[in-house]
């Protein structure tokens, strides 16, 4: 007997007579001898339809109640279901996402996964029942309902059958599989019977409407096999799941084609070094067929990459990678991205330097290490990386290896967070998470190092987190006014560096400067020319330009990047009643984040105070004694943030305005975990 989940869209469930047809095919499932877990989503247009509602009666609906709001449309089509299900003598029970264990972050709207604690269902499928959850949904660690985001059901239906151990996952649709292309565009597209993880991850992130990513990370992640398949039809569709190994067994991987001229163009490609000769003489025998002048091949590259779920959603992760390798002198030869994976080809004699830039700030603060391990992908396993004048090995994830281990820094994407840190915890370690996975968790500590280290004494969930880079080069600043006279009111605006967005931002303010030398005239006249033309990263030019918008929109207006400011201040210096107000900018800058605050205190705060505060503060450098101008330059590379601009604020006595920059990619990612670090291996 298997475990199958059967997961049924919209469409499938969009009436009486649908929602019939359902419940006879999951009978015939029953009657095969599996246990069957079913989850579904609201009927056909209804989240539609509540949206518009939620429209009609506000201009804002506020998030937590949207969440409440849009949840009714599952909990609908499950407790139908249930009915028909038990008309056909078949037992059923439903669950709403949190009755069936789903716990996610905080975020309403969009909230991700953190785990599944699926004994309520283990328990009504032991009893003999067809088990039916409401998709879509979950409930925070903050105990909110909380929704998934469009396609969450999906999302929803994969991590149960990870958490069941399902044989494999359904998702039921209007369609019959994937497809080449859309068969409503090209009538002739083919269905795929197989699409390994990574094709559908790149599917998903092109605009492939098919399966949420998210789900498609889920699956890939745990590997759960997936079947699409349609509802209308029932026929076999298409399984998603690890891919089968080429009838040369060459794993092909970093296609990269140039731009063509006069109809001729070349493509390069990497592959494992031992299978070069074997590919060499199969392009051989190709380069007739194809029409091609010839080959060249390079046996001196190597390839560095960042391997992750979610990489797509978190392109600060790619800006940090191509800074160090630009730090390092590093020349990238190829470079090829996806929805997981961002990977660098560099001269082989290049690789281990770029490794271990990731390692030297570790040394560099001589952290007391007795035993250090690095993981890495499988592809790196077993390479040797020098480290304090020793050799750390790199390893791969695996069940087991953080046993033996007092701490462990954490700098990956959400979801591998989500996977391995519990896993980390549990073996005894202390983690260090730079990602943004626990951040509002009240049971995680967030912290900056030099204003809240005391935090790190109490760790329930045995982690410890950074927060974003804005935040943290901002608070450092703060810290020393709050403690000494309360901060009760801030008004900032953020001057965002384009490395926030990752390296397309990078390339994209490069290509527009290099586009636009010279240009000035046509500049200074470019509002009267029409529409500025978009860019592929942001919607108007960077260069010469600022963006008022860092960030999604999220709530009330106000953009994800605006949202930590106000959240993450408060949490940090342990005061929410802290008014905060965030405009974030995105300004044509490589490296560094600046802040001008407008600051209230529950006392009135002179300049002369504010100087003998910041002066002593530790992580801070007061430029000429506040008087100074210090920018986002000034600041690269180094430790500290640097303060100026500091006045009295002559529109409301007792208030100050300030000026505020750093680093975002060294402050605001790398170092303050080591710091962190510091401060629990000596307490």
Known sequence: MALVVQKFGGTSVADPDRIRAVADHIARTRRQGDDVVVVVSAMGKTTDELIRLAAEVSNTPAGREMDMLLTAGERNSMALLCMALIDMDVPAVSFTGSQAGIVTDTTHGKA?????????????????????????????????????????????????????????????????????????????????????????????????????????????????????????????????????????????????????KSGITDISFTLPKEDLKKAGKVIESLVGDLGATGFDEDSGIARVSLIGAGMKTHPGVAATMFEVLAREGVNIEMISTSSIRISCVVRADHVERAVQALLRILEERSFPVAELRAYASAR???????????????????????????????????????????????????????????????????????????????????????????????????????????????????????????????????????????????????????????????????????????????????????????????????????????????????????????????????????????????????????????????GAGIDPVLVGRLREDPSRPGGLDLWVTGDNLRKGAALNAVQMAEVMIAG
């Open 380 to 634: 790196s396993e077993g390479r040797r990386l020098l480290f304090a004048g020793g050799e750390v090995v790199c390893e791969t994830l695996r069940p087991g290896c953080f046993d033996g281990l007092d701490l462990l820094v954490v700098d990956v994407d959400d979801p591998l967070a989500v996977e391995w840190v519990p896993v980390a915890v549990a073996a005894g370690a202390r983690v260090v998470d730079n990602s943004a996975a626990f951040r509002m968790d009240p049971d995680v500590p967030l912290v900056v190092a030099e204003v809240n280290p005391e935090d790190l004494a109490d760790l329930p969930k045995g982690v410890a987190s950074c927060p974003n880079c804005t935040t943290m080069v901002l608070v450092t600043a703060l810290a020393p006014l709050h403690r000494a006279a309360g901060l009760r009111r801030m008004v900032v605006a953020s001057y965002q560096s384009v490395s926030g967005a990752g390296q397309p931002g990078m390339r994209e303010l490069e290509e527009q400067w290099t586009k636009g030398a010279g240009e000035w005239e046509g500049l200074r006249r470019a509002g009267a020319a029409g529409p500025l033309p978009a860019g592929q990263v942001w919607s108007k030019p960077i260069a010469g330009n600022v963006i008022p918008l860092a960030g999604s929109v999220k709530e009330a207006g106000y953009t994800s990047e605006e949202w930590k400011l106000v959240h993450e201040t408060r949490k940090i210096l342990h005061d929410d009643s802290i008014a905060v107000t965030a405009t974030c900018v995105r300004v044509p800058v490589f490296v560094g984040h600046a802040m001008a605050a407008n600051l209230e205190f529950s006392r009135p705060v002179s300049k002369a105070e504010a100087v003998e505060l910041l002066s002593a503060a530790p992580g801070v450098v007061l430029v000429d004694g506040g008087d100074g101008a210090p920018t986002p330059l000034d």
């Open 112 to 260: 991700k996964i953190l785990e599944v604690r699926a004994h309520r269902l283990t328990e009504a499928l032991a009893a003999g029942n067809v088990v039916v959850v409401a998709g879509f949904q979950g409930v925070s660690t903050a105990l909110d309902v909380t929704t998934l985001g469009r396609g969450g059901s999906d999302t929803t239906a994969v991590a149960l059958a990870a958490a069941l151990g399902a044989a494999a996952c359904e998702i039921y649709t209007d369609v019959t599989g994937v497809y080449t292309a859309d068969p409503r565009i090209v009538p002739n597209a083919r269905r795929l019977p197989l699409v390994s993880y990574e094709e559908m991850l790149d599917m998903a992130a092109t605009g492939g409407k098919v399966l949420a990513l998210r789900s498609v990370e889920f699956a890939r992640n745990h590997s759960v096999a997936v079947h699409v398949r349609s509802s209308f039809t029932w026929e076999p569709g298409t399984w998603v799941r690890e891919e089968d190994e080429a009838d040369e067994a060459v794993n092909v991987d970093m296609i990269v084609q140039n731009v063509s």
